[in-house]
């Protein structure tokens, strides 16, 4: 049962619920507001455990920019399930498609907090355009045009 705070913040527990997920892959700490049909905002603590640290790069640790939008797709994730009336998610699942004018700005580092911002563009269908916008102490780390779809699950 997904808890309902009154600001929109949903805990990682109740993340669990809404994705598919699962460590190390779950990159979706916790959601600080959320507004059907229209935004999120995530953070995902960056820790120097994350297992991708230990080959990018030992001397130097950066996280991979795919992650960031991975992450930021994850967000997006949860903004059209929560979006959706539960009846239309019912063994569906959300799949990353695609993305469009990509821009990697700065590197994000092990005790980063990133925040990730997601706002609803359109959809037709099953098909979801969504504008991510990650961030580290109010600085744009990367950014773009994320498109997914909600397909039925094939178990």
């Known amino acids: 049962m997904i808890n309902k ?18 460590y190390p892959f779950l990159l979706v700490d916790r959601v600080l507001s959320f507004e059907p049909m229209k935004s999120v905002h995530a953070i995902k603590c960056v820790s120097i455990n994350e297992p991708f640290f230990q080959g990018h790069f030992p001397s130097y640790p950066v996280m991979p920019g795919v992650l960031i939008l991975e992450a930021l797709a994850q967000a997006g994730g949860i903004m059209v399930i929560k ?18 004018k990509v821009r ?7 005790g980063d907090q990133l925040h990730l911002h ?7 269908m099953s098909m979801w355009k969504t504008n991510g916008k990650a961030m580290v102490d109010g600085k744009v ?11 039925p699950r094939e178990d």
């Open 141 to 151: 780390v990367a950014e773009g045009i994320l498109t997914a779809s909600v397909v």
């Open 5 to 22: 705070p009154e600001n929109g913040e949903i805990v990682s527990r109740d993340i669990l619920d809404l994705l598919p997920h699962r």
């Open 104 to 110: 990697f700005r700065r590197p994000v580092f092990p």
């Open 83 to 100: 979006s959706l009336p539960p009846a239309d998610t019912v063994g569906k699942i959300f799949l990353f498609t695609g993305m469009e």
């Open 118 to 124: 997601v706002t609803y563009e359109r959809h037709k």
